[in-house]
């Protein structure tokens, strides 16, 4: 399936009222090996509300045929990466990382 254009997904994170403020580095990796292929857009900051919700676009704009989409949410506490969350989805079937993502 071509993938021309902009692919936009809203992410919705939910986490616990501690871990605010917490930056979200989103890493998008592209299967198979065409990691050159593909451009992401996305906040370098995001910061939780009170009841530990976080929300933040994410954009790519992959320049060949993309058949599946790694999306792995990362969050930075001093010098410390934890992952918060991952999921990998297909174009044909975009589930979402908003459903597997809480």
């Known amino acids: 399936m071509a993938c ?6 809203k992410a919705q994170l939910q986490l ?10 989103l890493t998008l990796l ?4 065409f990691s050159e292929a593909i451009q992401v857009t996305q906040p370098s900051v995001v910061l939780a509300s009170s009841h530990g919700v976080a929300s933040f676009p994410c954009e790519y704009s992959p320049s060949h045929n ?27 079937n975009t589930v979402g990382f908003l459903d ?3």
């Open 100 to 102: 597997l993502c809480h």
């Open 66 to 92: 993309t058949d599946e989409v790694r999306v792995t949410v990362l969050r930075q506490t001093n010098d410390q990466m934890t992952e918060v969350c991952a999921t990998t989805f297909t174009e044909k």
């Open 4 to 9: 021309l254009g902009l692919r936009r997904y």
């Open 16 to 25: 616990p009222s501690r871990t605010w403020p917490f930056v979200a580095l």
């Open 30 to 33: 592209f299967i198979p090996v």
